[in-house]
C-alpha cells in the first residue's frame, strides 16, 4: 500500500526517570531528512532516535520533538558563584564610574555573565530516558503511519483514475491506426485533384499507393503503443503493490510522456493528437501525485 509523505503523529510513555512525550511532523521532500529536537542532557539518543526513525519511514523531510514531564531532565546540581559574582559586580561598578554612566546594575546582567549559574544534567539521564523515548516514538511513528496510509489510500484512488484514463486514451488511438493511414490516402488523392483542375484525368494510383505506403510506415506507432501498454501495466502495479512507489511513479512517468510525444509527432490525425494530449495531462497530474508519495 502506498504511503503519503505528508503526516503527524505523536505518543507519550511512562518511564523511571518521568514521561516521555514524542511529536512526529513528516512532510514532501526529494529525499529523507531528518530533524530532531531533545532537551538539553539527552543528546546522545540522537543517533539512537536517526536509527529508529529510518526504520519507518523512507523518504520526506520528518522532524521529530522530544518533551519530558515529572522532572525527567531536570539537573543534578544548579549552582550560583557568589565570589565570581562578586568579581563581576565591583569590575562593572568600577567601569561605570570610570566612564560615569548613570543606573544600577541588576541582578538579570550578573546571573547572565559566564560561570556565575553552572548546570549539570543528569549522568545517567540518557540511558534512563531510552526506553521511555523509544516506547513513545515507536507510539508515535505508529500514528504518523496511521495518517500517512489514510492519505495514501485517498493518492491511490486518484492515480488509479488516471490510470484509467489513459488506458482509455492509448485503446482509442491504437483504434485509430489504420484510419489514420486511410485518411491520408483520401486527403492525398484530394490535394492531387484539386492541384489538377481538370489537367491531369488519370493520375498514377501506384504512386500514390507508394506515397501511402511510405507514409504509412514513417507514421506506424505500433511500437510506441506496445511500449505504452507496458508501462501502464508496470504503472498499475506499482500503485497497488509497491510500498516505496514515489521514485518509481515518477520514473514511468518520464517513460510514458516520451512515447506520448513520440505518438504526437509521428501522426496527423486529429482525435489520435487530442487523446495524446489527454494522456500528456494526465501524465503531468501523475507526476504532482507522485510528489507527495514516499
Avoid at 80 to 90: F, I
Wanted: some cysteine.
Amino acid at each position: 500500500m502506498i504511503k503519503s509523505m505528508t503526516g503527524f503523529g505523536k505518543g507519550e510513555a511512562k518511564g523511571r526517570s518521568g514521561t516521555v512525550k514524542a511529536e512526529i511532523r513528516a512532510i514532501n521532500h526529494k529525499f529523507l531528512e531528518i530533524g530532531i529536537k531533545l532537551p538539553e542532557g539527552i543528546a546522545s539518543l540522537e543517533d539512537k532516535i536517526r536509527e529508529l526513525a529510518q526504520g519507518y519511514v523512507c523518504r520526506g523531510k520528518v522532524n521529530i520533538n522530544i518533551a519530558y514531564e515529572d522532572g525527567l531532565g531536570a539537573a543534578d546540581k544548579i549552582s550560583v558563584d557568589e565570589k565570581l559574582a562578586k568579581a563581576y559586580y565591583r569590575q562593572l561598578n568600577g567601569l561605570k564610574k570610570k566612564i560615569k554612566l548613570e543606573g544600577s546594575i541588576r541582578l538579570d546582567q550578573l546571573i547572565a555573565l559566564p560561570g556565575v549559574i553552572t548546570y549539570e544534567p543528569k549522568k545517567a539521564a540518557a540511558h534512563d530516558a531510552w526506553p521511555a523515548a523509544q516506547a513513545a516514538l515507536r507510539k508515535a511513528f505508529r500514528s504518523l503511519d496511521s495518517s500517512r496510509l489514510k492519505e495514501g489510500r485517498a493518492l491511490q484512488a486518484d492515480l488509479k483514475k488516471r490510470i484509467k484514463n489513459i488506458e482509455g486514451a492509448i485503446k482509442v488511438i491504437g483504434g485509430r491506426e489504420k484510419i489514420n493511414t486511410d485518411l491520408y490516402r483520401e486527403r492525398l488523392k484530394k490535394s492531387i485533384k484539386e492541384l489538377s483542375k481538370g489537367v491531369v484525368k488519370d493520375f498514377d494510383k501506384g504512386r500514390l499507393e507508394q506515397e501511402v505506403a511510405m507514409y504509412a510506415k514513417n507514421s506506424d506507432i505500433t511500437e510506441e503503443i506496445t511500449r505504452l501498454s507496458a508501462h501502464m501495466k508496470n504503472l498499475r502495479e506499482t500503485v497497488e503493490k509497491d510500498a516505496e512507489a514515489g521514485k518509481k511513479l515518477d520514473f514511468i512517468a518520464q517513460e510514458l510522456n516520451r512515447e506520448a510525444n513520440t505518438v504526437g509527432s509521428k501522426v496527423s490525425d486529429f482525435k489520435i493528437s487530442k487523446k495524446v494530449i489527454q494522456i500528456k495531462s494526465e501524465i503531468e497530474k501523475l507526476r504532482e501525485q507522485a510528489k507527495n508519495i514516499e
